[in-house]
């Protein structure tokens, strides 16, 4: 093959889902001519700050090769805690008690993930009703808000430094700091190793056990960070706002290229993902479609994601 | 020569799910006078008859080594064009439903076995996706039924059995026999057991695992139209929720998660304990939310016991 349409290939190949991105910015514009406007940028950046930060920990689930479905419950969790505590106990004692639930949770799964050994998905998948459960439990099935939606804990959610919004600040923050994490840092390289061999890693003196324990916590801490931003941006909170989340999340992360099988992916990826998967919902609303066809390229978005990983992994070896 | 105590056990060990229902059973009668009635006994068994239904595809697909997580928005869709479609014509209705059902089991089929893509990921996306397609059909909105003789279809009784009991039975037989005395069903424990093997043996696996799930599929589409017909009606919300019920009533009857292992008639008792506890945890007044609860903390202590129970093996 011609060097220069080679290396033009492999460009494609390797940077393929920002090519994607660029072009799916470009052709929506086209269409909706208010799409690519400072103001909505800003919006959809904002919009996806939680999913983002939620996704930075599962980035580290599914690289140690495991899943958390109740994501979505301990999101509604934590926002309905940290909502209703909000003016019993203060704003910083009540981000402190949603941040410990999320951890609590966290410690739970991986307790049976990490040292029992059960499956993840079939774990959580029971969790998701059980965390839903205790946050209707605890609301009553009411619905929270916080009596002054002007108070200083709105700062997290809806304040801005410089202009930027501040949720799209913790979430470059926080992606910055995972991506250090699982660069920099002997937990980092050994959650490739777990998630790539668990066996094998453990015959290498990894303890995976904890390995996967810690993957839960963090996804957990991550969650209520969300629920936190979740919270400080309604200032008041629904039962079931979570639902679906950990699907949202799910198709962000392997859409950016982080494989289900463990073992590989990067925060880096994840960010384009979610960036896509936040401006294709916002395009869709632009173009004037109903929320529910979202649903439909979810669908197929996941899927392609997945096969393409699968394919791409077999051509290399 | 072993004890008594410990022969006993034993075979607790190898039928946790007939000692559940009978403690659950007992338990519940103890509670509540209403619930050891024939009446509410029947009620049970009927109530139980569209969850049971569509665990039978589910242990197919378990047993070999499979599941479907997308069972529940499928339901919505199937009980949806079932019932959007008896006003042309009864018949056409049926048969659209059952083919809708068995086209999407053999989407998530396809992408398993020739795509080669994880069927957790399929299923998840699809369940996703089909429940899109429901409110896309529906328009959001609920379907009512324009056919009374559709309702009559699961209202019939056969002597004093009720249609969806009769259905949920055949299924059930038909099911059993073919996994003990066919190759077919014989094959589905090998692929489940050791996938290559049986590969190396010369089994086509890739369309044993299409066909269990589009067997899945189409079962699905039957307890849709037992679920419609009963209904008479559709909405786009019906049947979330439901594929972790499913899981956990086969699960409970002793599948493993694995593959290789289960059988019906487990599957069955995994299927009343589900609908009997559910069933007496209404009779009792237990809120809902409490009744979620409930539910899903036996999803997690069963498949802990199950899990726990495998390694001592």
Known sequence: ?317 | MKSKGSRIIEMIKGQPVWVILLVSASLFSLLSNDFLTFRNIANIVLQSSILGIMAVGMTGLMISGYFDISVGSLLALTAAVAVSLTGYSIPLAIVLTLLCGAFFGAVNGLLVTKAKVNAFIVTLAAMVGVRGLVYVYTREREIIGLAPEFEKLAAGKIGFIPVPVIIWAVILILAEWSLRRTVYGRNAYAIGGDADATKNAGVPIDRYVLSFFVLNGFLVAVAGLVLASRLNAATPILGIGQEMIVIISVVLGGTKLTGGFGNMIKTMAGVLTIGMIQNGLNILNVHHFYSMLIMGLIFIFVIFMDAKLSATK
């Open chain 1, 1 to 317: 093959m011609h060097p220069v349409a080679g290396n033009l290939l492999s460009i494609v190949k390797r940077q393929g889902l920002v090519l994607a991105f660029i072009f799916l910015l470009v052709v929506i514009s086209f269409f909706a001519p208010r799409f690519l406007t400072f103001r909505n940028v800003l919006l959809v950046l904002t919009q996806v700050s939680i999913m983002g930060v939620m996704a930075c920990g599962v980035t580290f689930m599914l690289i140690g090769g495991n899943f958390d479905l109740s994501i979505g419950s301990q999101l509604s969790f934590t926002t309905v805690l940290v909502v209703s505590l909000h003016d019993k106990i203060g704003p910083i004692p009540a981000i402190l008690v949603a941040l410990a639930a999320g951890v609590a949770i966290g410690a739970f799964n991986g307790y049976l993930v990490g040292f029992q050994k059960l499956t993840s998905l079939i774990v959580t998948l029971g969790m998701l009703p059980v965390v839903q459960a205790l946050t209707l439990i605890y609301s009553g099935g009411n619905y929270n808000q916080i009596q002054n939606p002007e108070a200083p804990f709105s700062f997290i959610g809806r304040g801005k430094i410089l202009n930027i919004p501040m949720p799209f600040i913790i979430f470059a923050v926080t992606a910055i700091v995972f991506a250090v994490i699982l660069q920099k840092t002997v937990f980092g390289r050994r959650l490739y190793a777990v998630g790539g061999n668990r066996v094998g890693s453990w015959f290498a003196g990894v303890r995976d056990d904890w390995v996967t324990f810690f993957t839960f916590v963090i996804t957990g801490f991550t969650a209520a960070m969300g629920g936190v931003i979740m919270g400080s941006r309604l200032m008041s909170a629904q039962n079931y706002l979570g639902k679906d989340y950990e699907l949202m999340v799910l198709s962000a992360v392997v859409l950016g290229g982080t494989s289900l099988y463990g073992g590989s992916g990067g925060i880096f990826k994840t960010v384009i993902g979610v960036l896509i998967l936040g401006f294709l919902a916002n395009g869709f609303i632009h173009l004037g479609l109903p929320y529910y066809t979202q649903m439909l390229a979810q669908w197929v978005i996941i899927v392609a994601a997945v096969w393409m990983d699968i394919k791409v992994k077999k051509e290399e070896s």
